[in-house]
């Protein structure tokens, strides 16, 4: 393997894990979202 491929095999693996922490972050605003609709649910069904 030249060096040019390896530095661009090297590109492509830090784009796709770029990508996976993309999914991951993604996932964790849309879990947090859920438990913060849960919250306030409870929250206004104490205080009904």
Request: glycine share 4%; aromatic share 8%; charged share 25%.
């Amino acid at each position: 393997m030249t060096v040019i491929e390896e530095e661009k095999y090297q590109v492509n693996k830090g784009i796709k894990l770029a990508e996976e922490a993309q999914q991951s972050l993604d996932n964790i605003v849309g879990y947090t979202n859920n438990i913060d609709q849960l919250v306030y649910s409870i929250s206004y069904d104490t205080l009904s």
